[in-house]
């Protein structure tokens, strides 16, 4: 895929991090979502591809923007599977937490897995450990093989997890095992993301939203590293919603391949509010703005970060980019 491509996408999420940050701490995670999901959607169809949403907002029938098959670009391009969360982390900027971000993934036609919004169970690694280690595995065997491979004590490995109660039995055998825990309060894409940069996070646990983890997968193929994801129906219904989506066997242990493919995959997001990787939409005088992107590609595996000021204009509540 095409260079100018990743940097049109990373101008579309730049500007849905504007938007959305806006409405940091506001308490309305509807109004957060809905400005950053209406920036992508009015900049998007400018891109040179033919895409495709796999992931979205919804059906069509639930969600009038960004919807699974809609069509995106302006057609004049290669034929691209999209994969797009406008806010990962709407919670989190209702409540001025840290680690939102805006992102979109892009592989060629068919290589994007169209993940139904379920949880799905997953095992995110960087580098050292790809093709290493097995979603299968209970978390203690796990722990005891990254800890060999990584030639690391345990008491020196940090997992990240999100904070849920679905998880407490997890935690208390990550707790037993006596590695350092980063809980996550939301936003599993940079999470499962941490384990593969160079942070002190060595492993991503547990699960989360299927959509979430085709997006990890994405960037982690940029980064070499590993998903692992189990979908994880609860009731008949996400089961046959599954099979529609393409997944005979739902329950079926997924690999990098079935995620994201073999084909050349891309991979932008844009700070919202700050986190660990990327910090996030700064306010400046004279009505500036400052956004911090990163752009990954896997066919050479370039991770680039792009730091951009806006020159912004109109009120907070109905922002408007002059330039970007
Ligand atoms: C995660 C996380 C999201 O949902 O996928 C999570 O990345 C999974 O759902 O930021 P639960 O909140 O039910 O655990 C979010 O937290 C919100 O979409």
Redesign the pocket.
Known sequence: MERHIALELARITEAAALEAACWTGRGDKHSADNAATVAIRSRISSVDMDGTVVIGEGEMDEAPMLYIGEKVGNRRGPKIDVAVDPL????TVANGLNNAISVIAAAPQGNLLHAPDIYMAKLAVGPSLAGKLSLDDPVEITLAKASNILNKPLSDMTVSI?D?ERHQDMISALREAGVRIKLLS????MGAIEAAVDSEVDLYVGS??AP?GVLAAAALRCLGGEMQGRLLPDTPEEEKRCQQMGLSDPKRLLGMDDMVGRGNVLFVATGVTSGDLLSGVRYLPNQKAETHSVIMHSMNRTVSYLKTIHHLSGTLDNLTEAAI
Request: net charge negative; no cysteine.
């Open positions: 990962e982390g709407t919670e999100l849920r939301h936003g599993d894409v989360g939203g979430e």
